[in-house]
């Protein structure tokens, strides 16, 4: 009997650190990037890093992305200090406060198609001409698996419901495996708004989140557990 064919998205990103010298002057902030690898089958993927003073005086720092290569329908854009920019803007300057720390994200869309994207991202200080600069390769691929048993072939989470929604939502997680399960709901600037822990078993379980006292914006709900990570974004209005 011929067994089913299922298809398991994959994305691999891989950072790599680069910090030239300019001028053969002390560092006097860094760019850091946390995320170096991921395995999952995410709609949204969010990639923290932190530019950090090493200075006892302010500066202004240039943050300017620049985009190597990407599929034409992958959406991307990147958040750093105060703001979270739309996706038709590269770059972003802002006051770095003296051994301050800024967060910075990258956020990409690849709405479920294989390439690769490949980014340079570049922190300037505009008084010194310091720079620091992190390179990003993303790749979605889908990987097909052939099975003949019927249970989920991976840890999933299923479309988010209603969505947009002003008061509850609903969504189901389908397991391989018993087991705890941590469930988190973001920000799109990256900030943790509400964490909840679950004891799940394998199969089908039903979810209901109350998300009334929200604002209104967009959400990513991220589920952990098993070794992997599976995200759905969700829209609230009010």
């Known amino acids: 009997m011929m067994g089913k064919t299922h298809k398991l998205f994959k ?13 053969g002057q002390i560092n006097n902030f860094e760019f850091v990037q946390h ?10 993927v969010v990639l923290h890093g932190e530019i950090i003073s090493l200075s006892t005086s302010s500066q202004t720092i240039s943050v300017t992305r620049v985009t190597h290569q990407k599929p034409a329908t992958w959406n991307t854009s990147f958040c750093v200090g105060p703001a979270c920019l ?24 690849p709405y479920s198609e294989e ?3 490949i980014w340079t991202m570049f922190a300037v200080d505009s008084s010194t001409m310091e720079v620091d600069s992190v390179n990003i390769r993303l790749e979605f691929v889908a990987v097909s698996i052939d099975g003949s048993f019927g249970g989920p072939n991976s840890f999933e989470l299923s479309p988010i419901y209603p969505n947009p929604t002003n008061a509850s939502v609903n ?3 389908n397991l391989k495996s018993t087991g705890n399960y ?3 709901l973001y920000a799109l600037d990256g900030r943790e708004i509400l964490t909840r822990n679950y004891q799940l078993n394998s199969g089908k379980n039903h979810l ?12 990513i709900i991220s589920a952990t557990g098993a070794g992997e990570t599976v995200s759905r974004q969700v829209v609230v209005i009010k």
């Open 115 to 117: 390439g690769i994207g």
């Open 182 to 184: 941590s469930i988190i």
């Open 171 to 173: 969504f189901d997680l």
């Open 35 to 44: 995320d170096s690898a991921y395995v999952g089958n995410e709609d949204f």
């Open 11 to 23: 994305i691999f990103i891989l950072a790599l650190f680069v910090v030239p010298a300019v001028f």
């Open 86 to 109: 739309p996706p038709f803007l590269d770059e972003y300057t802002f006051d770095l406060a003296a051994s301050d720390t800024a967060d910075f994200t990258l956020d990409t869309f």
């Open 208 to 219: 209901q989140w109350n998300m009334k006292g929200l604002p209104s914006g967009n959400y």
